[in-house]
């Protein structure tokens, strides 16, 4: 009898058990039917602000739970460098299967860049939106660290690779070429008698093309380009890059690290003297591959943005010149910035790890070498008409330090186009603008 009663107790135990793990698991099912979309759109467009706007951001919030969601929106207001500035909430209620759209105005700040947490704290779920607006973008100053000797060390630079002959040479690759277009490989030495190498693409029939000259990205290997219907299109592979890695071929993590404890034989000094040389190479061979040397336009981005604005400060033979996200632009700021991430981020992480490896190297010593090829230190002598696009939640190129160095182009032709729900990259829309844009330069139909 007692055994029979202890049966019945267990499975009486047991019963209960089953049933709290069903009730659980119910729940759980219940939690994971729903789900909220929130749709963040600032006052302006771009969420580029002046002074005296009101900074404002509207969220649409979208619930599919089956159930009442309450809770609250939080709005913290931080620095570019995350430094906190403000905070303030209001409340959220949404019924079953419904959306509610909250107004949010933020506190009107200075010149700079800003970033605005978005926290949704619900029922059955939290998330956060993080966004970057901007205001008076092009009142932002920042500090210039160009050493006393830049100038004559770069026109030492230049004029050394002037004594190094180039050594032209452009074939037909028949296999590239299409009915429309003809694909040539573009050789020639360059700074310290390396063999670096591109592609040129001219349409066939006419003349006198104006010249889309491409730099390369990040370790990015440039291709033949078909896509321009208007324009010749020349695109360059740096040393390392692409066809041009026969001599110097450094791993993609290790390319801008090469030399970095020497002013003189960091890579960007060949680099940048490579696309100097493909300027050489344009105006040199301009009458044999049909090409227009008046109309040159210069474009890249990240990296390409850096070596863009480097060769249009040092190349008066650029007419125009375009580029995206520019990396590297203000390295202090840019350093400053990205040290106070909460995960460490590319371009600070390889410069922050090689320092740790390399303990006689320090962060002020990177910084001295990096005063002689920050392009910010080339921006006042841009006098051709310059057009910058970037993306605000870009953590690689930090908008201020973009800002920074545009704000120092002497060219009032100069304009930026900014994308604010973007990170490293910029959008269709942007690429249609600058096209046009070139276009209208170059009076072209």
Same mark, same amino acid.
């Given at each position: ?168 040479? %452009?074939?037909?690759? !028949?296999? @590239?070429?299409?009915? =429309? #277009? +003809? *694909? ?99 105006? %040199?061979?301009?009458? !044999?591959? @049909?090409?227009?040397? =008046? #109309? +040159? *336009? ?148």
């Amino acid at each position: 009898m007692r055994s029979l009663q202890g049966f019945k107790f267990f499975i009486f135990t047991i019963s209960i058990l089953l049933a709290g793990y069903c009730s659980a698991y119910a729940q759980d099912e219940e939690k994971s039917e729903g789900e909220v979309f929130v749709e963040v759109k600032p006052g302006n467009k771009d969420a580029i602000f002046k002074g005296n706007d009101q900074i404002d951001f509207k969220l649409k919030v979208k619930s599919t739970y089956a159930t009442t969601q309450d809770g609250k929106l939080t709005y913290n207001v931080l620095t570019d460098d995350f430094k906190p500035l403000s905070t303030a909430s209001l409340p959220v209620h949404l019924t079953k299967n419904s959306s509610e759209t909250y107004s949010v105005t933020l506190p009107k700040r200075g010149p700079g860049f800003y970033r605005v947490h978005f926290m949704l704290n619900l029922t059955e779920y939290d998330d956060t939106v993080k966004r970057v607006f901007g205001i008076d973008p092009e009142k932002i100053k920042t500090t210039l660290y160009k050493p006393v000797d830049f100038d004559a060390f770069w026109k030492g630079t230049i004029d050394t690779l002037k004594s190094i002959k180039p050594e032209f040479n %452009a074939t037909e690759d !028949k296999k @590239r070429s299409t009915k =429309d #277009k +003809i *694909v040539y490989l573009c050789e020639m030495k360059s700074w310290e008698g390396v063999t670096i190498r591109g592609w040129l693409t001219v349409p066939k029939g006419g003349k006198n093309w104006p010249v889309l000259y491409r730099v390369p990205g990040y370790t990015i290997e440039m291709k033949p380009d078909y896509d321009k219907e208007d324009f010749a299109v020349f695109t360059i592979n740096v040393r390392g890059n692409g066809n041009s890695r026969d001599v110097i071929a450094p791993d993609y993590k290790q390319y801008n690290l090469v030399n970095i404890e020497s002013r003189d034989k960091y890579i960007y000094r060949g680099a940048y003297m490579d696309c100097l040389r493909g300027m050489d190479f344009l105006v %040199a061979n301009a009458e !044999k591959l @049909r090409l227009n040397a =008046d #109309k +040159i *336009v210069v474009e890249g981005g990240s990296q390409g943005g850096a070596l863009v604005v480097f060769t249009a400060a040092m190349d008066k033979r650029v007419k125009l010149c375009t580029f995206q996200v520019p990396l590297y632009a203000d390295m202090h700021d840019s350093y400053a910035i990205g040290s106070s991430y909460p995960v460490d981020t590319w371009p600070t992480l390889v410069f922050h790890d090689y320092i740790k490896k390399h303990p006689g190297f320090t962060k002020e010593k990177l910084l001295k070498v990096w005063d002689y090829y920050d392009p910010q230190n080339f921006a006042d002598k841009v006098k051709c008409k310059a057009l910058m696009g970037i993306g605000l939640l870009d953590e690689f190129c930090p908008p201020r330090c973009s800002f920074g160095m545009y704000n120092k182009f002497p060219n009032s032709g100069k304009e930026y186009f900014v994308v604010a729900d973007k990170a490293h990259e910029v959008n269709f829309t942007y690429f249609t603008f600058q096209y046009y844009w070139l276009k209208e330069d170059f009076r072209m139909p």
